[in-house]
């Protein structure tokens, strides 16, 4: 059974900051993995989606990369804003990508 | 694009009341939608997945009679949930996806269900 886990739980840092986030998958046989925010009482917005033949996507201020034999992702994210502030969610597809397993999410504060 | 809305985002009931939250593909044809549970503080959790017109696929746990699942269109899914209690109270996301995995799937607002 696919576990994801993402570390840290909770982040809080000041404007500005560079910072990683960390997702870590037990099965390493999958078919793609993508980054989600989730803002409060709200539904899930698409960051990143990695392919598994994949090493890295970027957009914007936001790069995530994919080391799929030790089952590792990290999210990084350049220059932190206030409106960064949220919960993301690292999820692994599997099924043809159609399945996600979703770790339990790092609740980011960016801080002025 | 790919805008995914998912309606109502709140509702409150009494207990042993069905509710019937909509789930829409606004600009994009949804081969696949899929129904998500999410209690407080903690991640999401798939519940079944539907094809349009094909049964839902439901996860293991989840009871199909109680979470009765409807894809008739490409565009529209419905999750109903039948003799609501308490414990039903949840968090209830959809998305859908235009095709296979290299299509990110799309989700909407969700909807907070509480059942007195």
């Known amino acids: 059974k696919q576990e994801v886990t993402q570390i840290p739980a909770a982040l809080s840092v000041p404007e500005g900051e560079n910072l990683v986030l960390n997702c870590s998958f037990t099965?390493?046989?999958?078919?793609?993995l993508q980054w989600f925010r989730q803002d409060p009482g709200k539904g899930l917005t698409s960051l990143l989606l990695?392919?598994?033949?994949?090493r890295e996507q970027t957009s914007g201020r936001l790069n995530a990369s994919l080391d799929k034999s030790s089952g590792r992702s990290t999210l990084y994210i350049a220059a932190s804003q206030p409106g960064d502030s949220a919960t993301y969610l690292c999820?692994?597809?599997?099924?043809?990508?159609?399945?996600?397993?979703f770790g339990t999410g790092t609740q980011l504060k960016v801080e002025l | 694009g790919a805008v995914v809305s998912q309606h109502p985002s709140r509702v409150i009931c009494k207990s042993g009341t069905s509710v019937k939250i909509e789930c829409r593909s606004l600009?994009?044809?949804?081969?696949?939608m899929f129904w998500y549970r999410q209690f407080p503080k903690q991640s999401l959790m798939l519940m079944a997945t539907?094809?349009?017109?094909?049964?839902?696929?439901?996860e293991q746990g989840v009871e199909k009679d109680k979470f009765l699942i409807n894809h008739a269109s490409l565009t529209l899914s419905t999750l109903t949930v039948t003799s609501a209690h308490p414990e039903d109270s949840s968090f209830y996301i959809c998305?859908?996806?235009?095709?296979?995995?290299?299509?990110?799937?799309?989700f909407g607002d969700g909807t907070r269900l509480s059942i007195l």
């Open positions: 998305s859908a996806s235009g095709g296979l995995g290299d299509q990110p799937q799309h």
């Open positions: 099965d390493s046989a999958i078919y793609n």
């Open positions: 990695i392919q598994s033949s994949q």
């Open positions: 999820a692994v597809g599997t099924g043809g990508g159609n399945k996600l397993t």
């Open positions: 600009d994009f044809q949804a081969t696949t």
């Open positions: 539907s094809n349009e017109g094909s049964k839902a696929t439901y």
